[in-house]
DNA sequence: GACGATTAGATTGTGCGCAATTCAATTGCC
DNA sequence: GGCAATTGAATTGCGCACAATCTAATCGTC
């Protein structure tokens, strides 16, 4: 019984991995014609979600990018880098703190919001969801990823009951 | 009211995308004494099952294990490579159809099975989840893998109606 | 104001994942 | 039997992800 259940738990894990591996493959085929990835195209998402006005607005830090998609530097500097070299967003170190790196979009990486307008539909089509199970997976996922970025923080044995 | 729904799915794929991030943090954690990767871990796993015996049980070819697994060869190679240099598989030429490899375990491979018998109760501890929500959400996110695998297989713009 | 601690990014190294290509073995067709 | 097409692995190239380390800027404390 123990063992069904660990094996259950091993296919959840499994599931979600395949999952995620499926939308990068969908996203993939549908970001191609703009030249993004899936993970380039989540910080566009941010940036673009973070100046709604059309004019100048405010630039993120690498750091709030990073608390945002839950990603750190090693994975954004170069991420960012090559969105740089793409022409869609410009990087200017902080002039209130020279530390910091302000990350903001250029006309160009403005303009692609349009054209990336319409992909969210087409990933939501591939999913054969409706909206209510959309509602409801992100809902248990969010609360997952919650709980298991907790569990990192503790010790490492704390599955169980405490120590006596 | 349409832009809220695509924010919405914008929101579950990332969703999707972190848990199985803040997963394979927690394997990383839970594996490191066993000297294994996420996806090595995967790849026992799979080579476990398949020799319910102790003895000699049968060996996989890697396309069996990449079908199993949902992984191909430029995956699956070196991380196989990595699997016998650290003297848990075995890789042999079938001899029946020189082009097949066939994987095995070494007496190695299959001690540390019982080493990993606890890993999935921790990982399960760590989700936060019991065990109908598992269930439930096994069975939707390999629904939407599946819907996803097909809809990579379609055009690309069949996100809707059919042509009339 | 000087100095140790902290913070933000960048860099390096390792591994996963996939597309595209290559190569050898096998199969199919004539 | 001979040759083209197919199949199974391996390799190459690129990008993501994270740990560990490094550097420079800032902050706290005295």
Redesign the interface.
């Known amino acids: 019984m123990?063992d069904q259940?660990?094996?259950?738990?091993?296919?959840?894990?499994?599931?979600?991995?395949?999952?995620?591996?499926?939308?990068?493959?969908?996203?993939r085929?549908e970001l191609r014609d703009l030249g993004l990835t899936?993970p380039q195209y989540?910080v566009m998402?941010v940036l673009w979600e973070h100046r709604p006005g059309g004019a100048d607005g405010r630039a993120l830090s690498v750091k709030e990018l990073g608390e945002a998609?839950?990603l750190d530097s090693g994975t954004l500097s170069p991420l960012l880098k090559r969105l740089e070299a793409a022409g869609l967003v410009r990087r200017d170190r902080d002039r209130r703190d020279e530390r910091s790196v302000l990350v903001g979009l250029t006309p160009q990486g403005a303009a692609l919001r349009e054209r990336a307008g319409r992909v969210?539909?087409?990933?939501?089509?591939?999913?054969?969801?409706d909206?209510s199970?959309?509602?409801h997976?992100?809902q248990?996922?969010?609360?997952?990823?919650g709980?298991?970025?907790g569990?990192?923080l503790e010790p490492?044995?704390a599955?169980?009951v405490p120590a006596r």
């Open positions: 123990e259940l660990l094996r259950l738990d091993n296919q959840v894990c499994f599931a979600v991995h395949a999952a995620s591996r499926a939308l990068d493959g969908v996203y085929r899936y989540l998402l998609l839950r969210p539909a087409r990933i939501f089509a591939a999913t054969g969801l909206e199970e959309v509602r997976l992100r248990v996922l969010t609360r997952v990823t709980a298991l970025d569990a990192l490492a044995a599955t169980g």
